[in-house]
C-alpha cells in the first residue's frame, strides 16, 4: 500500500483505489478460510491450568474455626476467605458476603430482591414504582443491560471517560428525577473501554444528590486485580466515600474469581454496608442453607493471602498481556494514519473497545464474518444492542492463542479499511 493518510484527505479517486486494494484483500481472506474468534471474554486453557491444583484441593474438610465444610450452614462465607478478599476489594471482612460461582447471579439477586421487597432505604418495593430507571455508562457489558431490560427497568445511557463514567453527567440526571433508582459501573479496567474510575469520580457519584432515596450504585468490580501491566491500579474506595458522604447504602459491590481461577466454578462477593449484607442474606436464607464451603475452602488453601492472590494474578498477566500487545500493534502498524479506528490499549481487564468510523461497525463485523472471523454484534455494549453512531466493537484477545490474535487483526484491520472506503466512496 501507498503511504497511509487520512482517508478525510483522499481524493475520490484515491479512496477508490484504496477500497479496491481492501476489497481484493478481503477476497484473499475470505478464500482462506479462517476460522477466528475474538467474541469470548474467557480465559484460555493455559489460564485456568494456572488453577488446577484446586481439583486436589481442599486438603481439610474443616475451616479455621473447625466447622465441618462439608455440611450446611455458613450462609455469609468462609471468614478466612472473606478476609483475603477484603484486603483485595478494600472493604471490611463483615462488609463482605462469599457466594457461589458467579456474582452476575449476585447483582441478579439485589435487583429482584430490590423489586419485590425494597433496599434497607426504601420507602417501598421498586416494582411499586411507576417507572424505574437506571443510568448505564457507555460502551458497557451487555450482560448489565440485558439483565436491566429482562426486568423491565428502564436504561439512560451517560457517556464513559477516561476517568470513569462522566459524573456531571450522572449527578444531572440523578438530581431531579426519582424513578432513576440506579446505575451501573464497571470501576476497574471498564469493559469493554478499560478505563478506572477515579476516586475523584468515585467521591463525586458517592455524594451526589439523588432524587430517589434508595439509590444504588452497583459497583461491578469483576476486573479489580486484573492487572496486565505491573502499574497495578487500586480502585477507588466507594464504601468508605459513600458513608463519609452519608450515603452508607449507596453502593452494592459485586467481585469473583471467574478470571482468577475457574470461570465456571470460582467464588462470587457481594460487598456493601453492614446492614445491607444482612439485607441480603436475611432473603437468600430463605432459599438457601448455606453456600459451596468447600470450594471456598480450597480456593483459601490455594491462595493462602491476598499476596498469593496478587502472584496468580501475575502468572495470569504473563499468559494474557501478549495478546494485548498484538492487538495494539497489528492495528497501529495496519490503521495508522487512515485516522479511521481508534481504539485503547487497556492496562488491565479482558478487553480493547474499538471505535471505527461511525455507521460502519455492522458492516465491519459482516465483513468479518465473511472473512471467518467472529466478532462481537455491533452494538452490543449499548443497552438494546443498539449503537447510535454504529461505530464500536469489542475485541476479547484471552481466549485464542496469540497466531490466532494476529491473524484476527490482520482480518479486523482490512474490514475496517474496506468498509471505511466503501462509505467515503458511497
Ligand atoms: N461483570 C463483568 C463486567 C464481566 O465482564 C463479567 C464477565 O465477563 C461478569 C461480571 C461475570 O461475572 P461472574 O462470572 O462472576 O458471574
Redesign the pocket.
Known amino acids: 500500500d501507498p503511504q497511509p493518510r487520512p482517508l478525510s484527505q483522499m481524493a475520490p479517486e484515491e479512496l477508490v483505489a484504496l477500497r479496491d486494494r481492501q476489497r481484493s484483500a478481503h477476497g484473499d481472506l475470505v478464500a482462506e478460510g479462517l476460522s477466528l474468534d475474538v467474541t469470548r ?1 474467557k480465559p484460555s486453557a493455559a489460564q485456568l491450568d494456572l488453577s488446577d491444583a484446586l481439583l486436589r484441593l481442599p486438603s481439610s474438610t474443616r475451616d479455621r474455626s473447625g466447622t465441618d465444610v462439608r455440611n450446611y450452614g455458613g450462609l455469609q462465607g468462609l471468614a478466612e476467605l472473606r478476609e483475603i478478599f477484603a484486603e483485595l476489594l478494600g472493604v471490611q471482612p463483615d462488609q463482605l458476603a462469599a457466594g457461589g ?5 449476585m447483582m441478579r439477586d439485589c435487583l429482584v430482591d430490590l423489586l419485590l421487597f425494597g433496599g434497607v432505604d426504601s420507602p417501598r418495593p421498586w416494582s411499586q414504582e411507576e417507572s424505574l430507571t437506571f443510568v448505564c455508562p457507555v460502551p458497557g ?1 451487555d ?1 448489565h443491560f440485558a439483565l436491566l431490560e429482562e426486568l423491565g427497568i428502564g436504561m439512560v445511557t451517560v457517556p464513559m471517560t477516561p476517568d470513569g463514567p462522566d459524573a456531571e453527567a450522572v449527578a444531572a440526571l440523578v438530581k431531579d428525577d426519582p424513578s432513576i433508582k440506579g446505575m451501573w459501573i ?1 470501576p476497574t479496567y471498564a ?1 469493554p473501554t478499560g478505563s478506572v474510575c477515579t476516586q475523584e469520580v468515585a467521591a463525586r457519584l458517592a455524594a451526589m444528590e439523588t432524587a430517589a432515596p434508595d439509590f444504588k450504585i452497583f459497583w ?1 468490580n ?2 479489580a486485580v486484573h492487572h496486565l501491566t505491573e502499574d497495578e491500579a487500586k480502585s477507588a474506595d466507594i464504601l468508605s466515600l459513600a458513608a463519609a458522604a452519608g450515603n452508607p447504602h449507596r453502593p452494592l459491590t459485586f467481585a ?1 474469581t ?1 478470571k482468577i481461577t475457574y ?1 465456571g466454578a ?1 467464588v ?1 462477593f457481594l460487598g456493601c454496608s453492614t446492614d445491607q449484607v444482612a439485607w441480603y442474606l436475611a432473603h437468600l436464607g430463605k432459599g438457601s442453607i448455606g453456600p459451596d464451603k468447600v470450594n471456598q475452602l480450597r480456593h483459601v488453601e490455594l491462595f493462602g493471602d491476598a499476596a498469593g492472590v496478587r502472584a496468580h494474578m501475575a502468572r495470569h498477566r504473563e499468559i494474557i498481556a501478549p495478546k494485548f500487545a498484538e492487538v495494539d500493534r497489528v492495528l497501529s502498524e495496519r490503521l495508522g494514519g487512515y485516522e479511521v479506528a481508534s481504539w485503547n490499549s487497556p492496562a488491565g481487564g ?1 478487553f480493547v473497545s474499538l471505535d471505527v468510523l461511525p455507521g460502519t461497525a455492522s458492516r465491519v463485523v459482516a465483513l468479518a464474518k465473511e472473512a471467518g472471523l467472529a466478532l462481537t454484534p455491533a452494538g452490543a455494549s449499548f443497552p438494546y444492542g443498539q449503537d447510535p453512531e454504529d461505530t464500536n466493537i469489542r475485541l476479547a484477545p484471552t481466549m485464542p492463542p496469540v497466531e490466532e490474535v494476529t491473524a484476527a487483526m490482520e482480518t479486523v484491520a482490512t474490514c475496517v479499511l474496506l468498509a471505511a472506503a466503501e462509505q467515503l466512496t458511497k
Open positions: 471474554g460461582n458467579s456474582s452476575l447471579t457489558y450482560r464497571v469493559n461491578d469483576a476486573y469473583s471467574s470461570a470460582g462470587a479482558y
